[in-house]
């Protein structure tokens, strides 16, 4: 048995959004391209954006490299890629009203893909902040005509914001990030998107964006219940809280403060860690690793018990045990 392994650092891939804005290089401080950018992927292995890690003895490596050449790292998870994506979205304008299918209706009609269940950790919003989770046609005939009719106000379920709310988005839940959020998201490896509504907007060379309202039409739960707020009902123990689980991912957030140092056994597969706000040092049996708000790092098979001590708040997940 060789020692336990260390935290994994990972480079963030920024991409450009039309949507984004200049926040997650004044706010977060990531080296980011010109332009507006919206998207930070924290971790992730998707083709997409690959991201790179940054030290330690796999420095330069990426992700997806990992998974498929050290596999032990992650001894125990199956699949041919790396299952979770970790984003952080600043959204300086709406985006557009969307839609994800359920594995089973990805599997079938987009090559084989994977659905998305994803949700959103509330970094930071304006004041009156707002958000779109859930709608409110009661079957399909309803939605299309509500479509047809363009009555979007009475369709889409806005919520009020405020920073450290949390939504869990299951597949089939019509949902948006309004202008001036900037959100942390937790989601399957997946990209299949289906847009129901862009506000009408045109794009530089003045086309609009396609929507996919059959698929939409297909895939929304029409008897979900939209919820209310964003509040976070479930307790906190020793600074932890478990926000959602589903058979994809479990998500925790977990806060230290003075007099509160959160112990969290990392005794999965492998653990996602994004530090969302503060600073402080996270200690495995590995050693003590310096922490502040941006930084995301995976914590491998056998990385131990992690203790976290300082002012800081992390959202971290991981696959859940069978
Ligand atoms: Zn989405």
């Given at each position: 048995m060789s020692a336990c392994p260390e935290l994994i650092r990972l480079k963030p891939v920024l991409h450009n959004n039309i949507?984004?804005?200049r926040k997650l290089h004044d706010v977060f401080g990531y080296d980011i391209p010109d332009g507006p950018v919206g998207e930070c992927w924290g971790i992730s292995a998707h083709p997409h954006g690959d991201c790179t890690v940054d030290g330690?003895?796999?420095?330069?490596?990426?992700l997806s490299q990992l998974w498929s050449e050290h596999h032990e790292l992650f001894e125990g998870a199956e699949g041919d890629r790396f299952p979770l994506l970790i984003k952080i979205l600043d959204a300086r304008e709406d985006l557009s009203i969307q839609v994800h299918p359920d594995d089973e209706y990805a599997m079938a009609n987009e090559n084989g893909s994977l659905g998305k269940h994803e949700c959103w950790y509330v970094m930071d919003c304006d004041e009156d902040g707002q958000i779109v989770v859930g709608q409110r046609a009661h079957d399909r005939a309803e939605f299309e005509q509500m479509v047809a009719e363009g009555r979007w106000n009475d369709m889409v379920n806005l919520i009020p914001i405020k920073p450290g709310d949390f939504f869990d988005i299951k597949p089939g839940t019509v949902h948006a990030i309004k202008g001036g959020t900037q959100i942390l998201e937790t989601q399957q490896s997946s990209d299949v998107t289906y847009r129901?509504?862009?506000?009408d907007r045109r794009q530089p060379d003045g086309s609009l964006r396609e929507l996919h309202l059959k698929q939409a039409a297909d895939v929304i739960d029409y008897d979900a219940v939209a919820p209310a707020s964003g509040d976070v009902t479930a307790p906190e123990e020793n600074g932890i809280t478990k926000l959602m689980s589903c058979k994809y991912f479990e998500v925790l957030r977990i806060r230290a403060r003075e007099g509160q140092t959160p112990v969290a056994a990392q005794d999965y597969p492998f653990m996602c860690l994004s530090v969302v706000w503060g600073e402080g040092t996270i200690t495995s049996p590995a050693g003590v690793v310096n922490v502040k708000r941006g930084d995301h790092f995976v914590a491998p098979c056998g990385a131990g018990e992690l203790t976290f001590e300082g002012v800081f708040s992390v959202i971290a997940s991981y696959v859940p045990k069978a």
């Open positions: 949507w984004g804005g330690g003895p796999y420095d330069g490596c990426t129901v509504y862009d506000y």
